[in-house]
């Protein structure tokens, strides 16, 4: 192994251990601050088609309730509702769950409120998962056509074992016991 590969080696397993580097300047920085810094890994696995947005739950007496996210314990009284981005909302009445009267906030824009008391916050994509109903559809598609060639197959053993049933009757050369 030559100069560059051990350097290499060294330069990996100081990435590993965390180990200060000295840089040109004469500063201390870590390996990962020289690499690049810290990295998001939760935007990697963050679904690119989720939405975003919020909505805005406004009082008579001109108090402001923001929900980005799904939010248990509102317990607000709106006068007004105002959906920002393409997200939807189900607004439900009960506190701590999806259950009771509800109310579906899906159009962008102010709108008037149909229940008197939000309990409950609930985000929801406005469309379907594309993914997930193809998955569906194929999943659905595969059992018919394993179930289809199951049948296909039960039903020639069984005409097999009809004819071996109907072949099993002495032919003349044989002795019969008695």
């Known amino acids: 192994m030559g100069v560059a590969g ?8 100081m990435s590993c251990v965390g180990v200060g580097v000295h840089a040109s300047e004469g500063g201390t920085e870590s390996v990962k601050e020289l690499l690049g810094g810290r990295r998001k890994l939760r935007d990697a696995f963050t679904p690119k088609t989720f939405c975003s947005g919020s909505v805005i739950l406004k009082s008579e007496k001109g108090k402001e309730y923001v929900v980005n996210n799904t939010e248990l314990n509102v317990n607000f009284k709106p ?4 959906l920002l ?3 939807c909302y189900y607004l439900y009445h009960h506190s701590t769950k999806q259950a009771g009267k509800y109310q ?7 709108i008037t409120p149909g229940l008197a008391w939000v309990g409950s916050v ?5 469309k379907a998962q594309s993914g997930s109903v193809l998955m569906t559809v194929f999943l659905v598609l595969g059992c018919l056509l394993l179930a ?14 009809r004819r071996g049933l ?4 002495p ?3 044989m002795i019969q016991p008695s």
């Not at 579906?104 to 102010?110: F, H, M, N, R, Y």
């Not at 109907?166 to 009757?169: F, G, Q, T």
Request: with cysteine.
């Open 171 to 173: 032919e003349d050369g």
């Open 104 to 110: 579906l906030v899906k159009e962008e824009g102010q």
């Open 122 to 126: 609930f985000k929801t994509p406005c």
């Open 6 to 13: 051990k350097m290499w080696v060294v330069l990996v397993l």
């Open 148 to 161: 289809v060639i199951l049948g296909f197959l039960i039903s020639k053993l069984r005409t097999k074992r």
């Open 85 to 87: 981005g393409n997200c």
């Open 166 to 169: 109907v072949k099993l009757e």
């Open 79 to 82: 006068s007004s509702i105002e």
